[in-house]
DNA sequence: CGGTGATCCTAATGCGCATTAGTCACTAAT
DNA sequence: ATTAGTGACTAATGCGCATTAGGATCACCG
C-alpha cells in the first residue's frame, strides 16, 4: 500500500488539451458544443475530459463572464423561530430537484431580518456568487424588490401577489385569498358564526391578505363576530392567543390557524381549556403536515403541495436567469382536507 | 425622477485604483493587510473601497488560488423523509450563524442517498466550489471518509465517534453511549425492566451505537426484555412499531424514540391502543423540542443545543479550512429533562 | 560621494476558462 | 492561374484578483 495519498489534482482543460494533441482552444469549443472542431476531434475530447473526470472550475466559469451556477435562498427568521416547520424543508427539497438536474449550486443562509437580507442580497451581488434569488415570506411594505431591481439580479418571489411596480420580478404563488374564501364558505355553512383567525407574522404579504379576505367575506355575510388576530408563528403564541380568545364570554366556535405548530398547540389548548375538538370548537390549520395527524383528533388542514411549490419557482429562476422575461405563476388553491378537527357548530 | 435605472455594475479594484490615483497591486496590498504600502495610502483605498461598495469577487479569489469561501452540506434523506424535522433546521441555524461572522457561504444540498452525496462532493471538488463539507448521519460503513481523504478536501463528521483511520477529519459529536446508559439507569430505578427502542435508520453510526449500549447496559443488568427495533424515524413507522410491541402479550413497560417525531406519534399510538402515559408505559424521546410539548402529558426528552452543536461543528471546519489539523470535540452529554411522560413502572 | 538598505510603489504574470482574432491548407470560382 | 472562400485549428486577450519581480526615492554610513 502507498503511504499518504497525495490530495488528487483538479484536471484543467489545459491537461485534456494535452493529451487530445490539440489547442486548449479547440477543447473550449468541443466542450461547449461551439462549432470551429471537427466532430472526430470533438468526440476525442470529449472522451479524454471523460476520462480525466473534468469538470469545469466555476470560479474561473464565473469569471469569464458565465454567471455563478448558482441561485440564492434567505431565510429571515429569529433562530428560535425556526422549530418544527416542515413548509421550508419541503420548499428547499423541491427547489433542489430542480436545480439538482441543471447542474445549479443553493446557496442558502438564515438572517435574523430582511435587512440584515437586503445586505446578504448585496453581499452576493457584489461578489459575484449569485445569478439570481428565490424570495419568501414577501410583506406588505417590502424593499427587497427594489433592491433587487437596482442591482439587476433575477428573482423570483414565493408566496406573493404579483406587483406590477416591479416588471423584473417573477411570481409564484397560490390564490390565498379563494383559499380563505372557502374555508369561510365552508364553516359557515357548518353553522359556525364565530371565528378567530390566527394569523401569522404582521405584515407579511400573505398574512395581510387573509386577513383581508376574511373581512370581506365576513362583512359580505354580515358577520361581526369574526377576527383575525397575528402572532409570530410559534406554537408558543398559538397556544396564548387560543386561551386568550376562548376564555371571552362569547367564545369563537371556530379557529383558523395559519401554520400547522400553531393549530397544535391551540388544539391542545383548547383541550386543557375543557372545550372538546370539534363539538365546542372546530380547528382548521392552513398547513399540512405530519403533525396534523399526531394529535387527536386528526386536524383538518388546507393541503398544498410545498414540494411542487419550490420546484415551480426553481424552473421560473431558471428561466430568468436565462434571459427569459418575469411571469407570475399561479399554483393550485389549496385544498382542504376535512379530517375529525372541524364539524357543526355548537347549538346548531 | 430616472427611467429605467440601468442595473449597477460591479465595482472592482481596478476602479478603486483609478479613483485612489495608485495602481492596482497597491490596492490589492493595501485592502489585504499586506506590507508594501504606507498607511496613509493604505487609509485612503479602503475609504475609496467603501465608498464603492467594493466586495471582491469570490469566483476571482478562488481562481487565485484563496479558495472558494464556501463551505458545503449535503442531506442524505429521502423527499419523504424531511418531514418535520427540527433538528436540521437548528443545527444549520447555528451552522450559519459562525459562517457568517467570517463571510463564508453555505452551499446546501438535499439528495436521495450516500452515493448521490458522494457524486456531488465530487462534482463540488472539481468545480472548485467549496473549501471543505460538513458531513452528517455517518454510518457503520461509510464511503464518504475515504473519499473525502481521497480528494483532500477538508470535512467535518457531525455525530460519528472519532475514527482513527481518518486522521484528517474532524469528528464533532455527543456521547450517545453515555447518554443511553443513564437513560437507561433512570428507568431501571423506576421499576422499568422490559424497554423497547425504537431506534432510527440502520446503518448510522449513532444508531449502532445507542443500540450496543442498549444492549450492554441491560446486559450488565441481567434484562432479557429489552431490545431495539430500526425504523426510517418517520411518524408512522414510528407509530406502527409502537402498536407492534404493545400488542405483545407481555408489552414493554418503558419505550424510547430515537427522535421526537416518532415519539410524539408512538405515544398517540399507545393511547388508541388504550395505554395510557406513563401510568402503562413511560416514553422517552431522544430529541427535544416544541413538538413534545404539544401532547400530553408532555414528553421527557434527551435535550441538546443542536444550534451549539452546529457552531461548533462550523468552527471546527473553519479551522480546518485555515489549514489547522484535525481534532475530535464532544459537546455535552444530552440531558434528561423530565416531563410528563416517564414514570414509576406498572406493577411497582 | 558612492554605496547600502529601507520604504513605497508599479509592472508583469498566472489562475481556468470563453472568446476574438488570426493562421494555414485546401477547394471552388473567376 | 490568381483570388475569394471555407473548414479546422492555434495564438492571444481579458475577466478580477494575488503575488512576485522590479524600479524609484530617500536616509544613512563609512
Known amino acids: 500500500m502507498s503511504g499518504k495519498r497525495s490530495p488528487a489534482r483538479r484536471p484543467t482543460m489545459k491537461d485534456i488539451a494535452r493529451h487530445a494533441g490539440v489547442s486548449q482552444s479547440a477543447v473550449s469549443f468541443a466542450l461547449n458544443g461551439r462549432p470551429g472542431v471537427s466532430e472526430d476531434t470533438r468526440d476525442r475530447v470529449r472522451q479524454v475530459a471523460e476520462e480525466l473526470g473534468w469538470r469545469p472550475s466555476t470560479a474561473a466559469r464565473a469569471l469569464s463572464g458565465e454567471g455563478a451556477a448558482t441561485v440564492g435562498f434567505v431565510l429571515a427568521r429569529p433562530a428560535d423561530t425556526l422549530g418544527v416547520d416542515s413548509f421550508f424543508l419541503q ?3 423541491g427547489i433542489q430537484e430542480v436545480l439538482a438536474e441543471r447542474h445549479l449550486g443553493l446557496l442558502f443562509q438564515v438572517v435574523e431580518d430582511v435587512a440584515d437580507e437586503c445586505a446578504v442580497y448585496r453581499r452576493w451581488w457584489a461578489e459575484h456568487r449569485v445569478d439570481g434569488v428565490l424570495v419568501v415570506d414577501p410583506r406588505t411594505d ?22 406590477e411596480r416591479h416588471p423584473g420580478l417573477s411570481t409564484v404563488w397560490a390564490d390565498d385569498a379563494g383559499a ?21 407574522l404582521p405584515g407579511l404579504a400573505h398574512t395581510e391578505r387573509r386577513i383581508r379576505t376574511l373581512r ?3 362583512g359580505r355575510r354580515g358577520l361581526s363576530e369574526v377576527r383575525s388576530v397575528t402572532t409570530d408563528y410559534s406554537d408558543a403564541e398559538g397556544a396564548a392567543v387560543t386561551r386568550r380568545v376562548l376564555e371571552d364570554p362569547a367564545p369563537p366556535t371556530a379557529l ?29 390549520s392552513w398547513e399540512d403536515s405530519a403533525l396534523c395527524r399526531m394529535v387527536k383528533p386528526w386536524l383538518s388542514a388546507l393541503s398544498r403541495d410545498s414540494a411542487e411549490f419550490g420546484r415551480t419557482a426553481a424552473r421560473e429562476l ?23 378537527s372541524t364539524g357543526v357548530a355548537r347549538g346548531v
Do not use: Q
Open 91 to 93: 420548499l428547499v427539497s
Open 142 to 163: 417590502d424593499p427587497r424588490p427594489d433592491l433587487l431591481d437596482e442591482l439587476g439580479l433575477p428573482a423570483v418571489v414565493i408566496g406573493g401577489a404579483p406587483d
Open 180 to 200: 380563505m374564501a372557502s374555508v369561510v364558505d365552508g364553516l359557515y355553512a357548518l353553522g359556525h358564526r364565530r371565528i378567530v383567525h390566527i394569523a401569522g
Open 216 to 218: 370581506a367575506e365576513a
Open 256 to 284: 383558523i390557524y395559519d401554520n400547522d405548530v400553531m393549530a397544535v398547540a391551540g388544539a391542545a389548548a383548547a383541550a386543557e381549556l375543557g372545550f372538546s375538538v370539534p363539538a365546542d370548537v372546530s380547528v382548521v
Open 318 to 340: 431558471t428561466a430568468l436567469v436565462d434571459g427569459g422575461s418575469a411571469r407570475a405563476v399561479r399554483v393550485p388553491v389549496p385544498r382542504l382536507v376535512e379530517r375529525g
